[in-house]
C-alpha cells in the first residue's frame, strides 16, 4: 500500500475535474465549474505534431496550474487534454491502484515526497525533458523519473491590522510562544508542502527537536487546514493573526486586496534559516499517450512554461534565467536552510511516522 494512504481519509478535497477553454473532464467522473481566469493565455506559435490526447492527474490546485496547460495546448492544439485534480495522497493511490491499467500520463506534484514514493513504486518512467540540464542542481531525481518544477519558500503570512510591526514573529518557532495561542493557522497533516517542512526540519534539527516544535503548534492551538488556500483567506480576513504558508500565498491573498505582509523567518546568526521545497511532474509507467506526456515535461521546464508559473503563481523558476515577479524577493537575498533535498524525501516513511506520532491533524 502506498505510504500515504492512511492519510487519505484526512483529506477534505474531492477529485475535481476542468471544464474549460478546450480543457476536457475525464468520463468517469462528473465535469467540474468552469474558471475565470483574470490572465490571458500567452500567444504561443502552434505545434501539431503531436495529437491525441493527454491525461494529467495534478496536485496542483485548478488556479495555479491551469493557465500553464492552456498554453501547453495553444501550442499543441491537436492535443485533448483531460486534467484531474485533487490532493497528492489521493492521485498517487489512484495512480497505484491503476499500475496494471494506467490512465494517467503525467503527475504534477506540489512537493518531491510523493512524486519519489511514487518513483520507488515503479509507478513513474525515465523521462530527460529537453533543456532539463540547463535547471538548478538537486532538482531531478538521478534516475530521471521525475523532474523539479519550481522553487516555494516556507513563509509567515500576517495580517497587517491585526499584528503591530514589533510585535513580528521572526522565526517558525516563535509560532509556539503562548503569544500566539489560538491565532496561528497553517496547513495539517495531508498536506505535502508541510509534510516536506517537517521532513526538512528532521534533518536539520533530529527528530526530538522537530518533534518538539510539532507538540507546541498543537499545544499552542495552531488551526491545521486541508490546504493553503483556507490558511491564507483566513488570515486575509483576520480571523487569524499569522499562517505558515509557502510565500506565493502571501502574493494572492495581497492581490486580492487583503491588508497582509509576510516575513521570511529564520534569517538570524544561529537560526536554521528559510526552508525551501520545490514542485516536480512525472511521466506515468505505461502511459497511453507517451508523445503528449513527453512534449508536456519539455514545456514545463522550458522558458515558457517557467514564465508563466513565475509570472502568475509568483513562483521561484528553476530554469536559470527566467526573472521573478517583480514583487517576488530574490532567494538571493536571503538565508536558506543547509539540507540535502534529496535525503529528506528519501526518508519519508520516518517523517509519516512523527506525524502519526504527534497526532498532527
Known amino acids: 500500500m502506498f505510504p500515504f494512504a492512511r492519510f487519505v481519509f484526512f483529506c477534505a478535497l474531492g477529485m475535481l475535474l476542468i471544464n474549460a477553454c478546450g480543457i476536457t473532464p475525464t468520463a468517469d467522473l462528473p465535469p467540474g ?22 491525461v494529467i492527474y495534478s496536485g496542483r490546485s485548478e488556479p495555479l496550474i491551469l493557465p500553464v496547460v492552456e498554453a501547453f495546448q495553444a501550442k499543441y492544439p491537436a492535443v485533448e487534454v483531460l486534467l ?33 514514493a511514487l518513483a520507488q513504486q515503479g509507478a513513474l518512467q525515465p523521462y530527460l525533458p529537453m533543456g532539463a540540464d540547463k535547471l538548478l542542481a538537486g532538482f ?21 491590522q491585526r499584528v503591530d510591526p514589533q510585535d513580528l514573529p521572526a522565526s517558525i518557532f516563535d509560532l509556539t510562544d503562548p503569544k500566539w495561542k489560538g491565532q496561528v ?14 521532513a526538512a526540519m528532521r534533518q536539520l534539527l533530529g527528530e526530538a527537536a522537530t518533534e518538539a516544535w510539532l507538540r507546541g503548534l498543537i499545544e499552542n492551538k495552531v488551526t491545521f487546514f486541508g490546504g493553503h488556500t483556507d490558511v491564507r ?27 497582509v505582509g509576510v516575513i521570511f523567518p529564520d534569517q538570524g546568526e544561529g537560526q536554521i534559516g528559510l526552508i525551501t521545497n520545490a514542485t516536480a511532474a512525472g511521466i506515468v509507467r505505461g502511459a497511453p499517450n507517451l508523445a503528449a506526456a513527453r512534449a508536456l515535461l519539455d514545456f514545463l521546464v522550458s522558458r515558457e512554461g517557467q514564465k508563466l508559473f513565475a509570472e502568475l503563481n509568483y513562483e521561484y523558476p528553476l530554469l536559470e534565467g527566467v526573472e521573478l515577479h517583480p514583487a517576488v524577493q530574490p532567494l538571493e537575498d536571503l538565508r536558506l536552510a543547509q539540507f540535502d533535498m534529496a535525503q529528506s524525501i528519501a526518508n519519508f516513511q520516518a517523517t509519516f511516522d512523527l506525524i502519526e506520532k504527534v497526532g498532527l491533524p
Open 33 to 54: 465549474d468552469q474558471l475565470e481566469m483574470t490572465t490571458s493565455t500567452p500567444m504561443v506559435s502552434s505545434d501539431a505534431s503531436v495529437a491525441g490526447k493527454l
Open 84 to 116: 484531474k485534480t485533487g490532493s497528492n495522497s489521493e492521485l498517487a493511490n489512484a495512480l497505484i491502484e491503476e499500475q496494471s491499467n494506467p490512465q494517467a500520463d503525467v503527475f504534477i506534484s506540489t512537493e518531491l515526497f510523493t512524486i519519489q
Open 140 to 160: 531531478s531525481a538521478p534516475d530521471q523519473t521525475w523532474v523539479g518544477l519550481t522553487r516555494r519558500a516556507r513563509v509567515i503570512l500576517y495580517n497587517t
Open 185 to 198: 493557522a497553517s496547513a495539517g497533516s495531508t498536506n505535502g508542502s508541510m509534510q516536506a517542512q517537517i
Open 233 to 259: 483567506k483566513a488570515v486575509g480576513a483576520g480571523e487569524f493573526k499569522l499562517g505558515l504558508v509557502n510565500h506565493y500565498y502571501y502574493h494572492l491573498q495581497q492581490a486580492e486586496g487583503s491588508p
